[in-house]
């Protein structure tokens, strides 16, 4: 599995195929035999996965945790829904918002690439900051970055309608559109990962000393890391606003930030790892949202109990952590996790010989 | 096993690091009022030994007995308590705090009526603790250093001294001081493990010596039996090993 | 100038306020390398304890004292449950672990007391304020002022003077030599968190005395300013917690003397965005201070 050899980009296209692959099965089963609750469940999940996988791209290979992307979810879900809401709905709930704004009625694909751009542009005019912070200084300073987005979107009426929800947003997000931009992000996170930059920047990581002793540029690594992990992060931001079809400032604030980091720790630092997160963070959601509707202990009903399932979801992360530091998939990717696995197979099969042998 | 006197017995100690096995399989015996050097090349699981014996280094198997109590599975700060002491090798004074605050820490179980005066008793074999004692450990030069890492041991007046590599690191001039304080401790009759490269100096001062090679015992007895030749043996003993 | 030196008194204050967060942050941060976001859910524990013994007509004395006492003993039990088992952890790992602590704290929160303001009835004495020529001085800014001064006096002797002290400052430099010395592990994170608990619970009662009434996100606003404060002096370094603390309440009430009342609703993006500016230039504080993440136990 040598990385430096030859074509590496083969690996990364197989590994996001079959990555593909399995998410794509959970997609068929749920779209066959499930509710349309389970249908809801599953689009937010996937939108979870693009954002999961962008933040993935900056924190698994700098090794740095980042509380800030959601502020990027926002520029996309706002970028993009202030440019395809229905100009009438705007004349009433934005009547201050410049005439650009205001009258525009562009398409799904132009409006999410608007809401990127900002994300991107902002992301490169602080990303300079950011990268050179580590451990939990960075994790502060993102956490204040986050702050800052959501002072200034429940602050500005004139263009957000500030703390309160903005509402009319065309619901053109489709399951179509979450599965191909997740293929596009998982591939494009895939090649980042495995590129010169991704493999030196997660060498440094690990060593910082002996990454930058064989030439990684460590600053501008993470940087590139960044932009891109911003303009992912946007575009599962512009998803969510036309899935739901209403944001509020609220909404890209401390709980969706907690989500977010916590599929990417307790997964593992790899692209596949931010999936087996999601997946987890998302059943053990579901399943604690059940049981609240459906028991009671005691005096307390559960369904009357705001922040329980929150509580026990953090409380299990907690212990997850506790038990597997490194997370669900360590730092392997799908393929690596099935020639490890196969390759511990042999290795049975030949001690089984051996011993059959003797 | 342990023998009449023996303060500290080790047997069978192994010490590993993940798959890396640093240490095999160890028998050691020191007496009380020793002097024992513990000699081998770079890597053959001399300072692992000591790090095991003061519960640093991961113990893989094998049984310690201290003053007559087993310390297998103590903490370290439990070991310490029990009149254990240890020079780290490189020395590691607290470097941000002052001469009189490390001294402080070495005798972190007394009061402060006791620090004093066992304090003053030290002032005057390391003059250095006095002269300079409110200054900064880390502006000191490595001898200082040294000296000061040697003192704050001492101070809980631990029943066996762990020295390790006193001497690395130091110019020929300063060794011969850390040398004269080790011979003086031993005139004192504290007893010493004393892991060193400078194996000719350390022999010279011990009474017995053990050589490790690749984490084997290779050799032990008297230290005046031992000379060149059946060192380099030993040292080289390591090869036949592999 | 009356406006000016009412100005500073305030920034005074809320610096206070800010140094004493700062200051518990940083001493876990610096002997264990925890950077414990649950610092906020202690404030917002000792606010609860506040609100809940002076409705019930507690001397505000006891009620001080209970409140204190709630955030120690919530410190000690976070140590316990969730932090004594991750003493070898990733840096990584424990701060997800803090985050995950500090979210579940808060739900825990909303669950007892709900989601609706909590109004603190302080007693009379919190409003009092004396003239000095035309300018009105509250009480409680010149008490909180001093009493963070003395409190940092004690902490600096407590650090200096006292053996369990040596130690704390000792085991920040080098853990493993600390052991060496017969200190015990154990006894210098309770005393870590102990002392972190006190500084929460101090710094929540001054603050819950200007914002009375707790929310189970309270603790959250003063938590984060209290990192920021860390962050920008040199985190992992108390003197460097303080100044940093200061530096932001400076920022914070000059901003906000100096913007129009248009931009006041901004203040802490303000505020937050110069604190970024100068990570741009100090990455690792205004001390720069550089540690490295060794191995704890």
Known sequence: MNMLAGKWWKQSLVGSALLLAIVLVIVAIVALAGSTTDMRILMVFLINVIAAISLQTYAGNSGNISFGHVGFMAFGAYGSALFTADPAIKAIGIPNAPAFIREAAIGFLPAMLIGTAVAVVVAAAIGRVFVRLSGAAAAVATLGFMVIIYTLLSNAEELTRGSKAFSGIPEYTTLGWCVALLALTIVVARLLRDSNTGLGLRACADDPIAGQAAGVDILNSRYVMWVASAAGAAIAGALYAHYIGAILPKAFHFELTFVLVTMVIVGGRSITGAVAGAALITILAEVLRRLENGFSIGSINLSEAPGLTTAVLALLIVATLTIRPQGLVSRWEVEELLHRWQFRQKEHASVRAEENHV | MATQGAILSIAGLSVSYGTVHAVRQLDMEISEGETVVLLGANGAGKSSTLNAIVGLAPRSGGRLVFAGEDITRKPTEAIIRSGLALVPEGRRLFSNMTVRENLRLGAAALSTVEFDRERQALEDMFPITRRRAHEQAGLLSGGEQQQVAIARALLARPKLLLLDEPSLGLAPIIVNTIFEIIAELKRRKVTILLVEQNAERALSIADRAYVLAQGRLELSGAAGSINATTLEKAYLGEREHA | ?297
């Open chain 3, 1 to 297: 100038m009356q406006l000016a030196l009412q100005q500073f008194i305030n920034a005074l204050s809320l610096g206070s306020i800010y140094a004493l967060v700062a200051l518990g942050v940083a001493i876990l941060f610096s002997i264990l390398r925890l950077a414990n976001f649950a610092h906020g859910e202690l404030m917002t524990t000792a606010g609860f304890t506040l609100y809940m013994t002076l409705a019930s007509g507690w001397n505000w004395v006891l009620a001080v004292i209970a409140a204190i006492a709630a955030s120690v003993v919530a410190a000690l039990i976070l140590e316990r449950v969730a932090y004594r088992r991750l003493r070898n952890a990733q840096p990584l790992t424990l701060l997800m672990t803090s985050f995950a602590v500090s979210v579940a704290l808060q739900s825990i929160f909303l669950l007892t007391f709900g989601a609706r303001p909590k109004g603190i009835e302080l007693p009379a004495f919190v409003d009092a304020s004396f003239r000095i020529g035309g300018m009105r001085v509250q009480w409680l800014d010149i008490a909180i002022i001093l009493i963070t001064a003395a409190i940092v006096f004690g902490l600096t002797l407590f650090l200096r003077k006292t053996v369990i002290g040596l130690a704390l400052r000792s085991a920040a430099d080098d853990f493993q030599t600390t052991r060496l010395m017969g200190v015990k592990a154990n006894a210098l994170f309770v005393g870590a968190f102990v002392l972190s608990g006190m500084l929460a619970g101090i710094a929540a009662l001054f603050y819950f005395a200007t914002v009375p009434n707790v929310v189970p996100s309270s603790g959250f606003e003063p938590m984060l300013k209290g990192f920021i404060a860390c962050v920008i002096g040199g985190l992992g370094s108390l003197p460097a917690a303080i100044v940093g603390g200061f530096l932001l309440a400076f920022l914070e009430v000059g901003s906000d003397a100096l913007l129009s009342d248009n931009f006041s609703p901004y203040l802490d993006a303000i505020v937050f965005l110069i604190a970024i500016v100068i990570l741009r230039w100090r990455p690792g504080g205004i001390f720069g201070v550089r540690l490295t993440a060794e191995q704890r136990v």
